[in-house]
Antibody, heavy 120, light 110 residues
Framework: QMHLQESGPGLVRPSETLSLTCTVS??????????WGWIRQSPGKGLEWIGN???????NYNPSLKDRVTISVETSKNQFSLRLDSVTAADSAVYYC????????????WGQGTLVTVSS | QSALTQPPSVSGSPGQSVTISCTGT?????????VSWYRQPPGTAPKLMMY???YRPSGVPARFSGSKSGNTASLTISGLQAEDEADYYC??????????FGTGTKVTVL
C-alpha cells in the first residue's frame, strides 16, 4: 500500500522560499517508472497543478510557475521535494504531493496535504 | 494555460442523476482521452474517480460514468446518494505535457 506524506514549514515569509518534502512509502521510487507531482489548493479555491518529476529526474512545470519552481527527487531517501521561490500571499495554499503512473495521465495516490501560509 | 470550465454547482435528490461538464480547448480536453475526475469531500485530499474519460478505478461504483465530446468532458452520477456530496474536479493532460484542472463543481444532494 503506497503512502505519501508531505512535510515542511507551515509559515513562510513573503519573498522567501517555500520548501516542502514528500516522503513515499510502500514502493521504491528508484525502481518503478512513476511521475511524482505537486498540486496546490488555495483556501476556498480549486486545484492547481504545479509540476511533475519522473523517477529519472526529468521535470515538467506549470508555465505560470515555472520561473519560480524546482522539483527534485532523492530516490535514496524515497523522497521528492518542491521549492518555490519569491513567495507572496497568493502562494498560501494546501500543498499536495501525488503519484502518477508512467503509462497514465492521472494522479492515483495523494498525500493528505499540508497548509502553507505566506505571511510576515 | 487556463483552468477547465465547470459549473459551480449541481444538485439532485437521492436516486436522481446529475451530470457535471468540463469544458476545455483543442489543446487539452479536445486533444486526447486523458481526462480524469476527482472527488474531494471537505477537508480531505482529492480521490480519483475516473480516468482516461471512461475508466473507473477499482472500488468506484458503476453508477459513476464518464464521456467526452469535442472539447467537453462529462461525469455522470446515477442513483445519487448522500455520500456523493462533495466537490468534483476534472483534469486533462495537455499537448504541452502539462496538467490542467477544472474550476470545480459542488455536488449537493437535496
Amino acid at each position: 500500500q503506497m503512502h505519501l506524506q508531505e512535510s515542511g514549514p507551515g509559515l513562510v515569509r513573503p519573498s522567501e522560499t517555500l520548501s516542502l518534502t514528500c516522503t513515499v512509502s510502500g514502493v521504491s521510487m528508484s525502481r518503478i517508472p512513476y511521475y511524482w507531482g505537486w498540486i496546490r489548493q488555495s483556501p476556498g479555491k480549486g486545484l492547481e497543478w504545479i509540476g511533475n518529476i519522473f523517477y529519472t529526474g526529468s521535470t515538467n512545470y506549470n508555465p505560470s510557475l515555472k520561473d519560480r519552481v524546482t522539483i527534485s527527487v532523492e530516490t535514496s531517501k524515497n523522497q521528492f521535494s518542491l521549492r518555490l521561490d519569491s513567495v507572496t500571499a497568493a502562494d498560501s495554499a494546501v500543498y499536495y504531493c501525488a503519484r502518477r503512473s508512467g503509462d497514465y495521465y492521472h494522479f492515483s495516490d495523494w498525500g493528505q496535504g499540508t497548509l502553507v501560509t505566506v505571511s510576515s | 494555460q487556463s483552468a477547465l470550465t465547470q459549473p459551480p454547482s449541481v444538485s439532485g435528490s437521492p436516486g436522481q442523476s446529475v451530470t457535471i461538464s468540463c469544458t476545455g480547448t483543442s489543446s487539452d480536453v479536445g486533444s486526447n482521452s486523458r481526462v480524469s475526475w476527482y472527488r474531494q469531500p471537505p477537508g480531505t485530499a482529492p480521490k480519483l474517480m475516473m480516468y482516461d474519460v471512461t475508466y473507473r478505478p477499482s472500488g468506484v461504483p458503476a453508477r459513476f460514468s464518464g464521456s467526452k465530446s469535442g472539447n467537453t468532458a462529462s461525469l455522470t452520477i446515477s442513483g445519487l446518494q448522500a455520500e456523493d456530496e462533495a466537490d468534483y474536479y476534472c483534469s486533462s493532460y495537455s499537448s504541452s505535457n502539462t496538467h490542467v484542472f477544472g474550476t470545480g463543481t459542488k455536488v449537493t444532494v437535496l
